[in-house]
């Protein structure tokens, strides 16, 4: 999800559609925030920007996790007691983490195809969009910066230096993901079934 996109949903009163896929839309801009401050974070380490982009890409860390990550890299010596500093936005994060999270994931994973209560659909949209807001809202308080400032403003200076592995270890930043498998070797694999050939 682009910074825009995210941004207009932090800064947008719920709208007049309430589906499925708008809580869907609410709950990845929460996943896209947090992993534009785990961006951030890594570049004031030093890391350059485009190494930073596939090393979030390439790791996964669950959101109670990349909650505390992101904190923890922007500032180590306030991630030590910004949740219990901010007792709204911990609520709020709480919140995200065991109701929102718990229902996107059943409609993601099929357990469940949609939402139809609207006054459910509206409740874990206004959980999502408080979160993003309260966040904002202390990151200016804290830093007077926020999440869609460039990581220049927080004070990410240009950077050559390319991270090792062990250093991206060093940061505990979750596993590895799995690369998919590359189109040609799916193509040829199918190929090799007897009913299931592929013609591109």
């Known amino acids: 999800m682009y910074i825009k996109d995210i941004q207009e949903i932090v800064t947008s009163p719920l ?7 708008e809580f869907i839309k609410t709950h990845r ?7 534009r401050l785990l961006l951030i974070g890594l570049r004031l380490k030093g890391m350059k920007y ?11 860390l669950k959101n109670v996790d990349l909650s505390h990550k992101c904190v923890q890299l922007i500032d180590s010596a306030k991630s030590k007691t910004f949740w219990t500093a901010h007792a709204d936005l911990k609520i709020l994060r709480n919140l995200f983490l065991e109701f929102s999270s718990i229902y996107r994931n059943k409609v993601e994973h099929a357990v469940i195809a ?6 459910l659909l509206k409740l874990l949209m ?3 969009i408080s979160f993003l807001s309260a966040f904002e809202k202390v990151l200016k308080a804290e830093f007077d910066k926020s999440a869609f ?5 927080w ?10 592995e062990t250093e991206i270890a060093q940061l505990r930043l979750g596993s590895q993901t799995r690369p998919p498998k590359n189109p040609d070797e799916v193509i040829n694999q199918l190929n090799q079934t007897n009913c299931y050939k592929f013609d591109v």
């Not at 004070?155 to 090792?164: Q, Y």
């Open 114 to 119: 949609e939402i139809r209560d609207e006054q």
């Open 15 to 21: 709208g007049a559609e309430i589906k499925t896929e």
């Open 149 to 153: 400032s460039p990581p220049t403003e």
């Open 50 to 60: 485009k190494q930073a982009q596939k090393t979030i890409s390439n790791t996964f």
């Open 126 to 128: 206004y959980v999502n």
């Open 155 to 164: 004070g990410a200076r240009r950077s050559t230096k390319t991270f090792s």
């Open 29 to 35: 801009a929460v996943e896209g925030y947090l992993k």
